[in-house]
């Protein structure tokens, strides 16, 4: 699966997307899991980062398949 980072989080993972490969389609708590080990800086945002899947926002029960596009998207402010 393709996994994209915005804003503060490409600051965070030091890049905008990676390719991630696991053994099988996890969860959000899997996908956060996967994510952690790699960027464990990601922890902290976390508690305000919802997960899209294919454009639209994810369920908190959605599984994920390798041939999806995830994005990780923090908080927006306006103004």
Known sequence: MRVLFFAQLK???GCDAIELALPSPPDGDGLWAALLLRFPALA???P?????????YAAPDA???ATDEIALIPPVSGG
């Open 11 to 13: 600051d965070v993972t």
């Open 44 to 46: 902290a945002h976390r």
């Open 48 to 56: 305000n980062v919802r997960l899209a899947r294919n454009w639209e």
């Open 63 to 65: 599984i994920f398949a």
